[in-house]
């Protein structure tokens, strides 16, 4: 599979089905950190050394959810920060949330402390 946080990000605005189990599989293999919850949304937990890298971590998230105009569930806390997608429109999974938490990947290596 090529690399989803190359992909374009097309938020859905509702209207179409969320992604099935046989549709999450391979984008699921794609990004073993992440946990799929009950093929509902994906999240992941990032540890940072202290507070400020945590921040600077959301506050890039956010810049990147913003360009896409695809935004997370974002937690702060010392030294962690939980990211969860889904798609709110859909009540369920897209491909744009894979994208995102790809890109969400990537972001979380620049920003390595």
Same mark, same amino acid.
């Given at each position: 599979?090529?690399?989803?946080?190359?992909?374009?990000?097309?938020?859905?605005?509702?209207?179409?089905?969320?992604?099935?189990?046989?549709?999450?599989?391979?984008?699921?293999?794609?990004?073993?950190?992440?946990?799929?919850?009950?093929?509902?949304?994906?999240?992941?937990?990032?540890?940072?050394? =202290?507070?400020?890298?945590?921040?600077?971590? @959301?506050? %890039?998230?956010?810049?990147?959810?913003? /360009? *896409?105009?695809?935004? &997370?569930?974002?937690?702060?806390?010392?030294?962690?920060?939980?990211?969860?997608?889904?798609?709110?429109?859909? =009540?369920?999974?897209?491909?744009?949330?894979? @994208?995102? %938490?790809?890109?969400?990947?990537?972001? /979380? *290596?620049?920003?390595? &402390?």
């Amino acid at each position: 599979m090529d690399d989803l946080a190359d992909r374009t990000c097309e938020p859905c605005h509702g209207g179409i089905p969320p992604l099935t189990a046989e549709q999450i599989a391979p984008l699921a293999r794609a990004l073993p950190d992440w946990e799929v919850i009950d093929g509902h949304h994906l999240t992941r937990r990032f540890s940072r050394p =202290d507070f400020a890298s945590a921040l600077a971590l @959301v506050n %890039a998230i956010g810049a990147e959810a913003e /360009a *896409q105009g695809h935004h &997370p569930d974002l937690e702060l806390g010392w030294g962690r920060v939980t990211v969860t997608w889904s798609t709110h429109a859909i =009540d369920g999974l897209a491909e744009a949330d894979f @994208v995102m %938490a790809a890109r969400t990947d990537r972001l /979380a *290596q620049e920003c390595s &402390p």
